[in-house]
């Protein structure tokens, strides 16, 4: 393993300051995972980690498993791992817990550093898989630290709290983020309950409201029986009970029926014209033919 901090001052770095002081650098590489290690830094503990993760990757691949494509984003901020395709943070390892960065001089390809946990403090070793640059991406977190360590004499300590808190800031933007994605999928199951309770069960006849007119009225139908309907105060209307035998004007009067009416209820003269007009009228009816009678009272006959 090679020390990458180590590097001699006389020779130049690969990258100029401002690509990582106000920008980043990329690599694209494979993640064979993270480890915790039982000390911040060491060549021996690195090699334990990078065996111990290369034995869980080969186990993975056996049962079909492809090791995962991140990108590393370097600056003198950290180290970012994101996934390739999504973009998703999935790791943000400040400069300042980076404790110790090397690359493997008989695997061009492996790359580790160790950092510790800003949530339980321990120190995890994270191995990557970098196609044959592993010293280049070594020197390039080696170069942030030195651009950093300057910066920090030039600001005299006060850089290192801002980075604190802008660290804890894209933390808690990060939890707030994985809360909102949280609440839209259970808005998402709500919504899907709330439908599937509405829909009525299978074999099941819908029934259609009726529809009204502008007064709120149900529109006549001839063809169809009047339905009551529930007002709209949501009380039912009361029930119409009527003798069967019994009809109705307007008034609520009963209508007058001169055939129909009994001998006392009129005059004898009165009544004997009245009985007159019955029998020539089922008289007429007997014929066959139209029958008119003139009203004996009428002043006009």
Same mark, same amino acid.
């Given at each position: 393993?090679?020390?990458?901090?180590?590097?001699?001052?006389?020779k130049s770095?690969?990258?100029?300051?401002e690509?990582?002081?106000k920008?980043?650098?990329?690599?694209?590489?494979?993640?064979?995972?993270?480890?915790?290690?039982?000390?911040?830094?060491?060549?021996?503990?690195?090699?334990?980690?990078?065996?111990?993760?290369?034995f869980?990757?080969?186990? #993975?691949?056996? =049962?079909?498993?492809?090791?995962?494509?991140?990108?590393?984003q370097?600056?003198?901020?950290?180290?970012?791992?994101l996934?390739?395709?999504?973009?998703?943070?999935?790791?943000?390892?400040?400069?300042?817990?980076?404790?110790?960065?090397?690359?493997? #001089?008989?695997d #061009?390809?492996?790359?580790?550093?160790?950092c510790?946990?800003?949530?339980?403090?321990?120190h995890?070793?994270?191995?990557?898989?970098?196609?044959?640059?592993?010293?280049?991406?070594?020197?390039?977190?080696?170069?942030?630290?030195?651009?950093?360590?300057?910066?920090?004499?030039?600001?005299?300590g006060?850089?290192?709290?801002?980075?604190?808190?802008?660290g804890t800031?894209?933390?808690?933007?990060?939890?707030?983020?994985?809360?909102?994605?949280?609440l839209?999928?259970?808005l998402?199951?709500?919504? =899907?309950?709330?439908?599937?309770?509405?829909?009525?069960?299978?074999?099941?006849v819908?029934? #259609?409201?009726?529809?009204?007119?502008?007064?709120?009225?149900?529109?006549f139908? /001839?063809?169809?029986? +009047?339905?009551?309907t529930?007002a709209?105060?949501?009380?039912?209307?009361? /029930?119409?009970? +009527?003798?069967?035998?019994?009809?109705k004007?307007?008034?609520?009067?009963?209508?007058?029926?001169?055939?129909?009416?009994?001998?006392?209820?009129?005059?004898p003269?009165?009544?004997?014209?009245?009985?007159?007009m019955?029998?020539?009228?089922?008289?007429?009816?007997?014929?066959?033919?139209?029958?008119?009678?003139?009203?004996?009272?009428?002043?006009?006959?």
């Open positions: 393993m090679n020390r990458a901090f180590n590097r001699k001052k006389d770095w690969m990258h100029t300051p690509a990582l002081a920008h980043y650098i990329p690599y694209n590489v494979k993640f064979l995972g993270n480890t915790e290690v039982e000390a911040p830094k060491g060549t021996e503990v690195v090699k334990d980690a990078v065996r111990k993760l290369k869980q990757r080969h186990i #993975k691949k056996s =049962e079909g498993q492809k090791t995962p494509k991140v990108e590393l370097i600056s003198i901020y950290g180290v970012k791992i996934d390739s395709k999504t973009k998703d943070v999935q790791h943000n390892c400040q400069l300042h817990r980076i404790s110790f960065c090397a690359d493997d #001089k008989t #061009k390809r492996i790359f580790t550093f160790i510790k946990d800003s949530e339980s403090n321990k995890l070793c994270f191995v990557f898989d970098s196609e044959k640059c592993a010293e280049e991406i070594t020197l390039t977190i080696g170069q942030a630290f030195d651009l950093a360590y300057k910066k920090f004499l030039e600001s005299g006060k850089d290192v709290e801002t980075r604190k808190q802008i800031l894209q933390k808690r933007i990060q939890e707030l983020e994985s809360e909102n994605s949280e839209k999928q259970q998402q199951d709500l919504e =899907e309950q709330l439908m599937i309770a509405h829909e009525p069960p299978a074999g099941s819908s029934t #259609k409201p009726l529809s009204t007119d502008v007064f709120d009225m149900v529109p139908s /001839p063809v169809t029986p +009047l339905v009551p529930v709209s105060n949501g009380c039912p209307p009361p /029930p119409t009970t +009527l003798p069967p035998d019994i009809r004007d307007l008034f609520g009067s009963e209508p007058f029926d001169p055939f129909t009416c009994g001998s006392a209820d009129f005059p003269d009165i009544q004997s014209k009245l009985d007159e019955q029998e020539g009228f089922k008289m007429g009816l007997t014929l066959g033919g139209a029958v008119f009678a003139l009203d004996p009272l009428d002043s006009r006959c």
